[in-house]
């Protein structure tokens, strides 16, 4: 294939990657407690490294040159070796693994593609749910080929926003200081357990907004591009050297309100 594809392929790569993490990690739903490494409230499976190695396969065999960042590049020869090409995938093969290994479907193989720094397609596959959000940049944001568009909420304190608390959420607050101080400030917070799928959600409306401090790339890049196709608005505010970000996606009608109380928050502001 040629070392200058059009976004469109790209987009067809992306899904078949999207599909093959997603496809093989639905086979073994047998093996989902294999654990490869277990931490403090979290664990790294056995089938987060092979569906990050399928995903990565489809990619590498349409295009060798091009480079992969994924969650599981310490496990895998391929993943997250600078090649120097413009093009990067961002993997996550299972974002949501917690929810994965106890069975709950709300789980997704995430993958997105930059070409010179900018996201130019995105696939967010969640095979339990039979889902699959798509987005290719200056197109629109689709869920199974249906376009979406953001919530009409305008307030702040009518919002659901959707975040998560993961280990290394915000320096010098606890895991949920950050969770309680929005909870005043919307009508509800929820907490799903999928970073990929939280952000899809604001694309499509079912949320007004998702923050979360310490989350890492490969969890956001495919579904922020959703977000900003569908109408809706994205920030990274904080970008670290191991990928952590701090990142808010909104339907664009309360990311300024949002925005303010996270930087208030952060003491950035
Ligand atoms: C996790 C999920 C979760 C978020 C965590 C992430 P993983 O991703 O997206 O919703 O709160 O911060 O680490 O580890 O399941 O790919």
């Given at each position: 294939m040629t070392d200058h594809p059009t976004n469109e392929a790209l987009l067809d790569c992306a899904v078949a990657a999207a599909r093959a993490g997603g496809e093989h990690a639905l086979r073994n739903l047998d093996r989902r407690t294999e654990v490869h490494a277990s931490f403090d409230h979290d664990v790294k499976l056995c089938l987060d490294i092979e569906c990050q190695e399928k995903a990565g396969n489809v990619v590498h065999a349409n295009f060798p040159s091009h480079d992969i960042l994924g969650e599981e590049g310490e496990a895998l020869d391929s993943v997250n070796k600078n090649k120097g090409s413009s093009y990067q995938w961002i993997i996550d093969p299972i974002d949501g693994t917690v929810n994965f290994t106890h069975s709950l479907p709300n789980w997704c193989c995430s993958i997105a593609v930059k070409k010179d720094g900018q996201t130019v397609a995105g696939a967010v596959?969640?095979?339990e749910l039979d889902e699959l959000y798509t987005a290719l940049t200056d197109g629109p944001a689709l869920l199974n080929d249906r376009p979406l568009t953001p919530?009409?909420?305008?307030?702040?304190?009518?919002?659901i926003i959707m975040t998560g608390t993961n280990e290394n959420s915000t320096p010098g607050l606890s895991r949920f200081a950050m969770f309680e101080a929005i909870s005043t400030h919307v009508q509800r917070p929820r907490i799903m357990g999928s970073a990929a799928l939280d952000v899809c959600r604001v694309a499509r409306g079912h949320a007004d907004g998702y923050f979360e401090a310490g989350i890492y790339v490969w969890d956001?890049?495919?579904?922020?591009?959703?977000?900003e196709c569908a109408g809706g608005k994205t920030d990274t505010l904080v970008e670290n050297s191991d990928h952590s970000v701090i990142f808010l996606a909104t339907n664009g009608l309360i990311h300024d309100e949002l925005?303010?109380?996270v930087e208030g928050l952060l003491g950035t502001r």
């Open positions: 596959f969640a095979p919530s009409t909420t305008d307030k702040l304190a009518s919002s956001i890049a495919a579904a922020a591009l959703l977000v925005r303010g109380v």
